[in-house]
């Protein structure tokens, strides 16, 4: 999953895949090479925050799929 944060350092927007990001890989700002990972101690909130978001995604899509079929008379 995609994602983009402001670099602390100079700002610039520093686009940083969220899986990878849990796998422990690091990134760096294009424009300043600031190079930032994520803390071991966040890796369990971030996880759960991310799954989370996955299940409102899929409850989303079968919310969707259901309004669909009732509006085709399903």
């Known amino acids: 999953m995609k994602s983009q944060l402001p670099c602390p350092d100079c700002q610039t927007s520093i686009s940083f895949d969220l899986n990878m990001l849990l796998s422990g ?3 760096s700002c294009p424009c300043c090479n600031l190079r930032f ?3 071991p101690c966040s890796k369990p909130q ?3 925050a991310v799954e989370g978001f996955a299940e409102l995604q899929h ?3 079968q919310a969707n799929a259901a309004a669909s079929n ?3 008379g399903g």
């Open 70 to 72: 009732q509006a085709m």
């Open 59 to 61: 409850l989303n899509q």
């Open 25 to 27: 890989t690091s990134f």
């Open 46 to 48: 971030l996880t759960k």
């Open 37 to 39: 990972n994520l803390a």
